[in-house]
């Protein structure tokens, strides 16, 4: 482990091993904090590997980690951010039961953001797991609480929004292959829980309830949501031959798996990515192709502990995943950020304060369609803090949008709480798509105007408040025309 400076230098390091049974291991490490020099936003990394005991393992036997977290050392000056008056909030809005029309809040943007978990499962697979004793992922099919649980308690809990993404290859009801596997009923059992979905929103204005698969393995593989697809997907076959799905996906081909979900119009994201031995296409992990850039449209940056039993929005184990979307934006996917909890147990959006965030159009209500509208458009934000809001423009342009520049660019940091919460840093990252190289910060301001090299550039801001929660807008993605002389930055 290594705390790095702002300006990136190691102020020091750590390393050590540690005994894996099972259980969450806490490993305390002593900083006195006084070698870390002036004030500032440090940043404390982690490299990890872990393997199983016995001899040593090969290259791809090996599971490498990375974590990165920052840290305010000292106090800092905080960044100055322009006003931004903070959109409505969808579920401010739940007691105009009948109403469609959102009016935007006077000299803010014209959306209402809506607040959801798009990751969490339930008795469909190895979720649902109550609360008393639920300590990790169910046995599938075994859990407590179905998806009519999971919808009422999220919705219960002040989310606008819950994704029950139950694994595709567990629908025979086991986690690896049943011999006894009935087809019948393991597609009823899918088509059941998208008529539960749909039934849920139908009576529960201002709520969306959403169903679909969490498709994947872990191991040489990766997992993915499908938000949109009415048919189960799979694999496995029971001892007569017969498939358990509607539609044969062979495991672990993503480049097909995409192709399919172009073809089928069906949109993903991809669930805490790891920076190797995910989403291999020709051996190259996270790689891209053209069908999977056109599906693909978000990318977990930000993870509760997916075997939380807390319902209490306390729990302090997360995961950040900010590099290996880094890596994916990087590869050529056009991908925004979100953050979900991934509840194995029956705590649905409960765990802890972060949320994934849409942005739909003023008026317009939160249905299916527009979910999806906002989604392919990219209009999403992650954040750690369900009171926060962050948008990124660019120009004339939001977050999310793709479009041809001349000139200089201004990028425009937009930050908002509901509970007084400040910012005690902003950056603005930038990178170039297809590069497969690294992203960067541009400033740390909130407001920076460049005029960007000729040729293809994205950027996105992340703000962090002065709590500690971290919020991430999705990029712009520009194209840059020849022009002036580049202006220096400001």
């Not at 904090?33 to 940043?43: E, K, L, M, T, V």
């Amino acid at each position: 482990m290594e705390l790095l400076a702002p300006s990136g230098s190691v102020v020091e390091r750590w390393q050590g091993s540690v005994t894996l049974s099972g259980d969450p291991v806490s490993v305390p490490v002593d900083w006195s904090g006084r070698s870390a020099g002036s004030p500032g936003i440090y940043r404390v990394r982690m490299r990890a590997v872990s393997r199983d005991a016995g001899p040593p393992p090969t290259t791809s036997e090996v599971e490498e980690v990375e974590q990165s977290w920052e840290i305010s050392v000292g106090a800092p000056a905080a960044p100055n951010l322009p006003h931004f008056a903070p959109m409505p909030v969808g579920r401010d809005q739940r007691a105009d039961v009948g109403t469609s029309q959102i009016a935007p809040a006077p000299a803010s943007l014209p959306y209402t953001v809506y607040f959801g978990n798009l990751h969490s499962q339930t008795n469909h697979s190895d979720g649902g797991g109550d609360l008393a004793s639920c300590k990790g992922a169910q046995d599938p099919q075994t859990g407590k609480f179905g998806p009519d649980a999971a919808y009422a308690y999220a919705r219960e809990k002040g989310l606008d929004m819950l994704f029950t993404s139950e694994h595709n290859h567990m629908y025979d009801g086991s986690d690896g292959t049943n011999p006894n596997a009935d087809v019948g009923a393991a597609k009823a059992r899918y088509q059941s829980g998208l008529a539960t979905a749909a039934s849920f929103t139908k009576a529960h204005h201002g709520f969306l309830a959403i169903y679909g698969l969490e498709w994947g393995v872990i191991n040489n593989g990766g997992h993915l949501n499908i938000f949109n697809s009415p048919e189960l997907l799979g694999w496995e076959k029971n001892a007569k031959g017969e498939l358990v799905a509607d539609t044969l996906t062979p495991r672990s081909d993503y480049a097909a798996l995409y192709t399919l979900m172009r073809k089928r119009g069906w949109i993903g994201q991809f669930n805490h990515p790891a920076i190797t031995g995910q989403f291999i296409v020709n051996g190259v992990p996270l790689a891209y192709t053209r069908d999977g850039d056109q599906v693909m449209a978000l990318c977990e940056v930000l993870n509760s502990t997916a075997f939380s039993n807390n319902d209490s929005e306390t729990e302090t184990r997360r995961s950040n995943f900010e590099m290996a979307c880094n890596k994916l934006l990087e590869a050529g996917y056009h991908v925004a950020f979100s953050s979900d909890q991934d509840n194995h147990c029956a705590n649905w959006g409960a765990s802890y304060t972060n949320r994934t965030a849409v942005l739909i159009p003023a008026h317009k209500p939160l249905t299916q369609a527009s979910f999806l509208q906002a989604v392919k458009a990219r209009r999403v934000f992650a954040t750690m803090d369900k009171n926060s809001q962050l948008v990124l423009t660019a120009n004339s342009h939001i977050m999310g949008e793709r479009f041809v520049n001349k000139g200089p660019l201004t990028l425009t940091v937009h930050f908002a709480s509901s509970t007084g919460k400040s910012v005690a840093s902003v950056a603005v990252m930038e990178g170039v798509p297809g590069r497969g190289g690294s992203v960067s910060q541009l400033s740390a301001t909130g407001v920076t105007t460049i005029t960007p090299a000729p040729g293809e550039h994205f950027y996105y801001a992340k703000v962090t408040q002065n709590d500690g929660n971290i919020l991430w807008s999705a990029p712009v993605w520009v194209r840059q025309a020849a022009g002036p002389k580049p202006a220096r930055k400001r």
